[in-house]
């Protein structure tokens, strides 16, 4: 970027993706994670956005080049002076998730295991230990000084410790509006004490339905309940992404509840719908202050992602498009 002045800070993390999409040829080491997601989701809809990351000295070069050609400020992204195993493979066919080993999910397809892909070890999901640092989570002094002069910032699922960290670190400047969107590995009945201080001070928790289901596994079924406790845990809004089904929104103040439903669109590859709908929530809520349409907004940017593979696909959607899509969801909301 030409100009360092920004407005919006996304931290979050950088992966390689081998995505075998629902409709498309396969898109093999694609730029992915949900750092860049989420900061197109903020692009659908405004401008300067920073990213804070972490990547091996083995991440691609041009691939950061290319973020700062779409406008995105790439100071923030931390490389380290060793490896780092940044593949995430992806299938969104059916039956995937019966298939064991995802390098499995090439041979069924008839499609030669990518080279790239060659002592690839699927992640092993465990508990994410809150005082247990990683070489990838994010230190404070990753943060570069004048990303501080920005207003609103959106934390993409992490490690619980640099959820823990960020927040207090972020509004030490200017930066007044903090959407958090928690890591699938914390989000565990055994974490229950830790979850609540993550929460509070932050403007909205974005949160998917099976993690917060998760976390209240054996106090809660009752969705608008866990919103509910989320919020008395210092948050004023409570996002729950639904999939497909769309979202529920919560408003502390007046324990106002909405239901969208998910824009109508044609879902080709569903990859970082999730972290699109964050960013766009925190752009129109930086925009409005309203946390329906930023909820709408967030609802509009997943919309334009899902309809091809890539995270810049959205980006070359025809200008007006998101607009128009706005005005016909709106129509559709709920209050209950």
Known sequence: MESHYLRYVVAGRLQRDFILPLEGRPCLDVPGGGAIYAAVGILIWDRAVGLI?????????????????YGLDTRGIRILPQAVDLRRVICHLEGAEEAGNPLAWF???????????????????????????????????????????ATAAHLAPMDYLSHALLPSALRKGNITTITLDPGSEYMHPAMWEQIPPLVRGVTA?????????????????????????????????????RGEAGQ?????????????????????????????FGGGFLAGYRQTYDPLEATLCGNISASLVVEGSGP?????????????????????????
């Open 248 to 276: 529920y929104l919560f408003e502390k103040s007046g324990r106002k509840r909405w239901v969208i439903p998910a824009y109508p669109a044609r879902v080709a590859d569903p990859t970082g719908a999730g972290d699109a």
């Open 205 to 241: 928790f974005i949160v998917a339905e099976e993690d917060l289901r998760h976390l209240f596994q054996g106090r809660s079924t009752d969705i608008w309940e866990m919103a509910e406790a989320i919020a008395s845990w210092g948050c004023e809004f409570v996002i729950i992404k």
């Open 107 to 149: 041979a069924q397809l008839g499609i030669p295991v990518p080279k790239a892909l060659l002592g690839y070890v699927p992640p092993h999901r465990s508990l994410n230990h809150p005082a247990h640092p990683t070489p990838l989570t994010l230190r404070l002094n990753d943060i570069p000084a004048d990303y501080l002069e």
């Open 53 to 69: 990351s972490r990547v091996g000295e083995d991440y691609p070069q041009e691939w950061l080049e290319g973020f700062a050609s």
């Open 312 to 336: 810049f696909y959205a980006l070359d959607a025809l200008p007006g498009l998101a607009q128009a899509r706005l005005e016909v969801l709106r129509d559709s909301v709920s209050v209950l």
